[in-house]
């Protein structure tokens, strides 16, 4: 069985800053893509960035150039750096991994919540 723990969320001013991080546990042979995800209030879940194992990442137009994912494969955990926060980015944020456990699948984190606001 596998499980992701998100955390770091909370209530930030505008133009602040948080750090999300999501650790995967269980027996776990091999994580290939680790994502973030979002989904604000009356819409879609949306994908915001993801990193490959060898550390490649990849960012939506919305949050590049203010968030920073980014993994540590010895503990198994993603992390997501978001500065210069706007009212927004306003969303449940998920993590996601595609990971080996006796197949490939994605498994899905249960959302941590992030609010910007004053």
């Known amino acids: 069985q596998v499980q992701l723990v998100e955390s770091g969320g909370g209530l930030v001013q505008p133009g602040g800053s948080l750090r999300l991080s999501c650790t995967a546990s269980g ?10 995800y979002r989904q604000a209030p ?3 879940r949306e994908w915001v960035a993801h990193v490959t194992s060898g550390g490649t ?6 949050v590049k150039g203010r968030f920073t994912i980014s993994r540590d494969n010895a503990k198994n955990t993603v992390y997501l750096q978001m500065n ?4 927004e980015d306003t969303a449940v944020y998920y993590c996601n991994a595609y990971l080996f456990l006796d197949s490939w699948n994605d498994y899905w984190g249960q959302g ?3 609010t910007v606001s004053s």
């Open 27 to 36: 027996s776990i042979s091999s994580i290939n893509l680790m994502r973030w």
């Open 42 to 44: 009356g819409k879609q």
């Open 57 to 62: 990442t990849t960012y939506a137009v919305p």
């Open 84 to 87: 210069s926060l706007k009212p």
């Open 112 to 114: 941590t919540q992030v």
